[in-house]
């Protein structure tokens, strides 16, 4: 079964050093998301993109994540510098059509910032 | 508001018994309804995604019912088994703002040998 692969599976980073994440979707899934999940609540949606734009970032503190996908296939999220409070589960999820559509999540990364 | 809340927050059941977890959302228009389950460190995987035209639909052990008039949805567990244990979450897409996803705070089952 395809699979949504992340990685690293686990981070711990000092503050204000910088941090990044790669996902790489489901093959042919043209949508993805970059939720960030804190322990006990649901996911917050950070970016998604359609291809290789940006759709929402809404949410995205910009001053300090940035998320690309340029070639609209694997992505890279990153955040400098890291702060203590973004210590959380960082997952990515595909779709092949967007949210009418099953999304596939990936098994996330576990971020700890120390 | 566009909302999706849960219930029992909380459940413990005995190994072979069954359980039904509750979702009820307010979310406008309605387009489907999505059962995750998620497992303690792990990423959300899909149950069932439920459409407007759907009353029920079953995966194995896991059975999802849908009343759209009430915005009502159940996962029924028949014959719980210990790896069932995990938070289960309701989800419900917002088609009319960008179609970001509405998220219930879930169901945090445990199941006891």
């Known amino acids: 079964e395809a699979e949504v692969a992340q990685s690293p599976r686990y981070k711990i980073t000092e503050k204000s050093q910088a941090v990044a994440f790669w996902c790489d979707p489901i093959?042919?899934?043209?949508?993805l998301y970059w939720y960030r999940q804190i322990l006990g609540q649901g996911p917050e949606l950070l970016v998604q993109?359609?291809?290789?734009?940006?759709?929402?970032d809404s949410q995205l503190p910009k001053d300090r994540f940035s998320a690309e996908r340029l070639k609209g296939v694997d992505s890279t999220l990153k955040i400098q510098p890291a702060e203590l409070g973004d210590s959380a589960m960082y997952l990515c999820?595909?779709?092949?059509?967007?949210?009418?559509?099953?999304?596939?999540f990936g098994s996330g990364t576990r971020l700890t910032v120390v | 508001k566009n909302q999706v809340e849960q219930s029992p927050q909380s459940l413990i059941i005995l190994e072979g018994k069954n359980c039904t977890l509750q979702?009820?959302?307010?979310?406008?228009?309605?387009?489907?309804l999505r059962w995750y389950k998620q497992d303690t460190g792990r990423g959300p995987v899909s149950l069932t995604i439920?459409?407007?035209s759907e009353n029920t639909k079953s995966n194995g052990r896991y059975t999802a019912t849908l009343d759209a008039d009430t915005k009502q949805s159940s996962l029924h567990i028949t014959a719980s088994q210990l790896s069932d244990s995990a938070s289960y979450i309701c989800?419900?897409?917002?088609?009319?703002?960008?179609?970001?996803?509405?998220w219930g705070l879930g169901t945090s089952l445990a199941v006891n040998p």
């Open positions: 999820a595909s779709s092949f059509g967007g949210s009418n559509y099953g999304y596939t």
């Open positions: 093959s042919g899934h043209a949508t």
């Open positions: 993109f359609q291809d290789e734009s940006v759709v929402d």
């Open positions: 979702c009820n959302y307010t979310v406008s228009p309605f387009s489907n």
């Open positions: 439920m459409t407007f």
């Open positions: 989800v419900v897409p917002n088609a009319g703002n960008n179609r970001k996803l509405i």
